[in-house]
């Protein structure tokens, strides 16, 4: 009943992108939390599709480029992350890691299928304006392509559902899990290291346009950056905070 | 009016429904303009309202039938696709030729796609995506930061659907000098900044907890600092899937070692 | 350099020029290369709505800009060269104004006659033929949508039919 829910949830997370609403619940870190909210463990979903989030930021969907698809990618990887037991879980690290790496992934077929989705809105389109163009065949078209495209979702959420269900029965998956070099902490920490990448990406396209001073947004996030450390010293957020408090880290953090 | 506005604001939603290579979301724009109302505004209220508007336009399409789809050549943010809707509604309504009709279709596509990212994908989504973000790392449940990042940016992207299908409808072929006065370019240009800012703090904020939290935060924290530093000073440069990458090697090289 | 990109793109003025190649290159000033759109204010207007603050944008007929060419490179202000057409980049090199410079093949859609070669790039017999000019006046030729996405090369775009 779950999986059926999550693949639903992607059918919808597929369609938000581009066809219909774009209320952004095909963000990763917002389908990735709503599936780990699904699940019982919304804190997992959040921080596997929160990282997802960051690895894809800066890539604008301007102009429609094409781009991978991370909304719903992150179920899966969310759905194999709890499974190997979650962030509050023994193999912290190794759970993430596999999700993260499945989102990846999926994330990169994903946008495979958009772009073919958007040649076949192309015949279906060009189907219609071949009838005359007629208002009943528009809305044929666009019902049409709809339907396709939830059902690109649908499908799509249910491939990689059904991979990770597989990793899931997979004996060893838990073992592979567990021997993960890494703890919880530090995995996240990588992973959130690399993602730096994307967002200072992110920090120049914003800067963009005119600025023709590189150093401008280097200074912004610097002085950013001073205010962020003074902000977390002031909420102690280095003595871990009440969504965070379940870090199975070595360190202070942890509870 | 409100009638009106309220059905082409719904359909906007929906405008990118058949997005495609050929005419992008020229066959969405048809449809949301050419649909017949629906039976419901044939009653009074509708009839006092809409009665001179409406009516599908009739475009002579040129060139062979099998390409008519590509004379409707459109293209726009989608947040601000209602303004197109407007404003060639009340053209239509006006009298409007057809060569004018397409002339003021092509000469949109450009600001609406250019505005919307500025405002939107550059710069509202991402300040909203990280202010939940901070919030989370302040203590936020992660509930709680997703569902501020939700209302935060439909907050801005529903008010401009309403926004823009308004000042179409009532501007039509003037919505140029309207949307100049809107200054929508100037706020994307703020916004960013203030983004770029709160992508500071939201380092910052990670940089302070990762000290508390790690046995060894520095590799991370170097690494981190490094990578930020290229991504600035290199931006669009550099391949998009690039961080996807680098992510993935790791976990690859974490992997074997796992095995 | 003071025209740091000439870009064939029938949106002209849009997201991928602006925050795309703007974040990248950091022009000050657009240069809409057009015959028509040079002579009609209400449509400048429009697309003048999609210039980042701070930038400008001039609209020159393809004449007056091949006379201003040499100027043009050698003012101050950095500028993206755009046009609708190939044929009006065509049009513009034609006295080996652009000898040496690539010029971007960045954006036009689907039409009559026309076939697919990018996603992004449809061409027709005429178009290829505004190309061979274009080498022919030499400028070199190569299609690319975003500074982070692959180029084509000319031969590619010749080549698939």
Do not use: C
């Not at chain 1, 604008?60 to 992350?81: S, Y």
């Not at chain 1, 005359?132 to 559902?161: F, I, K, M, N, V």
């Not at chain 2, 703090?201 to 170097?222: A, D, H, K, N, Q």
């Amino acid at each position: 009943m779950t999986l059926v829910i999550l693949a639903l949830l992607g059918a919808w997370v597929a369609l938000d992108g581009t066809a219909f609403g774009q209320f952004m619940v095909s963000r990763p870190v917002m389908s990735g939390t709503l599936a780990g909210w699904i699940v019982g463990d919304p804190l997992t979903g959040f921080l596997v599709g929160g990282v997802l989030e960051l690895l894809f930021l800066g890539g604008l969907p301007v102009g429609g480029v094409r781009l991978p698809e991370p909304g719903p990618a992150a179920i899966p990887a969310v759905w194999l992350a709890v499974g190997w037991g979650g962030w509050v879980g023994p193999a912290a690290g190794g759970a993430l890691a596999g999700g993260v790496a499945v989102g990846l992934l999926l994330a990169w077929l994903g946008g495979v299928t958009v772009h073919l989705q958007r040649v076949r809105n192309g015949r279906i389109s060009r189907a219609a304006w071949a009838r005359g163009g007629g208002p009943p065949a528009l809305a044929r078209a666009q019902a049409l392509a709809l339907l396709t495209d939830g059902a690109r979702g649908l499908l799509l959420t249910t491939l990689g559902l059904g991979v990770t269900t597989g990793l899931l029965l997979l004996g060893g998956g838990t073992a592979f899990a567990s021997h993960w070099p890494l703890t919880g902490a530090e995995t996240l920490a990588l992973l959130l290291a690399v993602s730096a990448l994307s967002l200072g990406r992110q920090v120049q396209t914003a800067a963009g346009g005119r600025t023709r001073v590189v150093t401008r947004p280097l200074l912004l996030v610097a002085a950013g950056i001073a205010g962020g450390v003074l902000l977390g010293l002031l909420l102690g957020v280095h003595e871990g905070t009440e969504a965070l408090v379940l870090l199975p880290a070595s360190g202070e953090g942890a509870s | 009016m409100t009638a009106l506005r309220w059905r082409l604001v719904v359909r906007s939603f929906l405008i990118q429904a058949s997005w495609n290579y050929r005419n992008l979301l020229g066959t969405g724009l048809a449809w949301a303009l050419r649909s017949p109302r629906p039976a419901a505004t044939t009653g009074p209220d509708g009839e006092l309202e809409d009665a001179s508007v409406g009516l599908p336009a009739e475009e002579p399409d040129p060139g062979t039938p099998d390409d008519a789809d590509t004379h409707w050549n459109f293209n726009s943010h989608p947040y601000l696709a209602g303004v197109a809707l407007g404003a060639l509604h009340t053209m239509e309504a006006r009298g409007a030729t057809p060569e004018e009709l397409r002339r003021f279709r092509t000469a949109l596509r450009a600001p609406l796609g250019a505005l919307g990212d500025a405002l939107v994908w550059v710069g509202w989504l991402p300040l909203s995506l990280l202010l939940g973000g901070i919030a989370f790392l302040l203590g936020a449940s992660p509930l709680v930061a997703v569902g501020l990042v939700l209302v935060l940016h439909n907050g801005l992207h529903l008010w401009l659907r309403w926004w823009g299908v308004g000042v179409g409808l009532r501007e039509g072929r003037a919505v140029g000098p309207a949307l100049q006065r809107a200054n929508l370019g100037k706020t994307g240009s703020r916004v960013r900044t203030v983004g770029i800012m709160v992508a500071g703090i939201f380092v910052g904020v990670l940089g302070v907890m990762s000290v508390g939290v790690l046995e060894r935060p520095g590799p991370f924290l170097v690494g981190g600092g490094v990578l930020l530093t290229i991504g600035v000073l290199r931006g669009m440069s550099l391949p998009g899937p690039l961080p996807g990458l680098l992510a993935l090697l790791l976990l690859g090289i974490g992997g074997l070692l796992a095995l | 350099m003071p025209i740091v990109l000439f870009r064939v793109d029938e949106r002209l003025i849009h997201g991928q020029v602006t925050m795309g190649w703007g974040s990248v290159l950091k022009p000050d000033h657009y240069l809409v290369v057009d015959d028509d759109l040079a002579g009609s204010e209400w449509e400048a207007e429009l697309y003048r709505l999609g210039v980042p603050p701070g930038a400008e944008a001039t609209f020159l007929p393809v004449e007056e800009a091949r006379a201003r060419l040499v100027q043009l490179r050698d003012a101050s202000q950095v500028t993206v060269l755009l046009t609708r057409s190939i044929r009006a980049m065509a049009r513009l090199a034609r006295d080996g104004g652009l000898e040496g410079v690539e010029v971007n093949l960045g954006g036009l859609h689907d039409a009559p006659h026309r076939e697919e070669v990018l996603t992004y790039l449809h061409l027709d017999d005429e178009d290829r033929d505004a190309i061979r000019r274009l080498l022919d006046t030499g400028a070199r030729v190569s299609a690319r949508d975003l500074p982070n996405t692959p180029r084509t090369g000319v031969e590619r775009i010749l080549k698939s039919r």
